[in-house]
């Protein structure tokens, strides 16, 4: 379309490109919006209070979080309460760094964070030169000091070694308290042939999340089942469940799955299932 101007010339109607303009930022907001939503729902945080041995706070002082995994760092300073907030960390183990001028450099090593949490690691810096160093191994709890859930997680380890009938990862929210296995009891949607009951909700009121996306189907249970492989951490919250999880009642099971390392490194395996390994018979 064309639009003619008072001079007798011709110029572009600019209404098109207006409109391929607000359909673009459309969608990078949208995908903004996304992935900061994600990054709350997946990601951990590390927060804590940086003081001297006497326990006045270091306004200032700068902690860093390495992860060990990737060995991606991220620094911030503490605020003028001596509070420092590192956010939207990926789940895994790090080393935490505080250092301040005129204080020795403190490192906690192997500190883990998992997914969801606010994990809360103070430090305490002694006077000294910044090239003395003190260093700490894991010194930080698991405990969640930030919000008052019930929660049970199961780590890559425990979810590689424990038995799974069908290799089916869903069947470990039976061992969230409160969790009952109602199989062949209850005949609600659940997942892949099996039912689970926490704190006597119904089961189709259990939500699901893998990697923050919603997984749960629109009767109930869930609508994929990663691979038992590919599973980082396992997490069940069965208690006080935030607004955020819409209509989530008995439980929520949160799955995070494995992302890499600054390392090449795989695995071969095979998963035999027959007749072949079972124990003879009383009679044979």
Not at 92 to 116: D, P, R
Request: no cysteine; proline share 4%.
């Amino acid at each position: 379309m064309e639009i003619p101007d008072k001079t007798g010339g011709e110029r572009d109607a600019p209404s098109t490109k207006v409109r391929s303009l607000g359909i673009a930022l459309f969608v990078v907001g949208l995908l903004v919006v996304s992935a900061a939503a994600r990054a709350q729902v997946v990601n951990g945080a590390f927060t804590g209070e940086v003081t001297d041995q006497t326990g006045a706070v270091l306004p200032g002082a700068v902690v860093t979080a390495t992860n060990e995994g990737t060995n991606v760092s991220v620094s911030q300073p503490a605020n003028a309460a001596g509070i420092y907030t590192i956010p939207n960390l990926q789940p895994g183990s790090y080393t935490l760094k505080a250092e301040n001028k005129g204080f020795k450099i403190f490192v906690n090593s192997h500190v883990e964070l998992i997914t969801g949490y606010t994990q809360r690691a103070d430090f305490k810096l002694e006077v000294g030169a910044a090239t003395q160093e003190v260093r700490v191994v894991s010194q930080a709890p698991l405990i969640d000091t930030e919000s008052n859930r019930m929660s049970n997680l199961v780590t890559a380890k425990q979810v590689e070694n424990l038995p799974l009938n069908g290799r089916n990862v869903f069947e470990l929210i039976q061992l969230a308290p409160g969790a009952v296995n109602t199989t062949n009891l209850i005949f609600e949607p659940g997942n892949r042939g099996f039912t689970t009951v926490v704190n006597g909700a119904r089961v189709n009121t259990n939500g699901y999340q893998i990697d923050g996306i919603s997984d749960k189907g629109l009767s109930g249970g869930s609508n994929t089942q990663p691979a038992v492989d590919s599973v980082q951490e396992f997490r069940v919250d069965t208690e006080v469940l935030s607004a955020e999880y819409g209509g989530t009642v008995g439980a929520l099971t949160q799955i995070t799955t494995k992302s890499g390392t600054d390392q090449l490194h795989g695995d071969a395996y095979e998963f035999v299932r027959n007749n072949v390994f079972d124990a003879r018979s009383f009679f044979v």
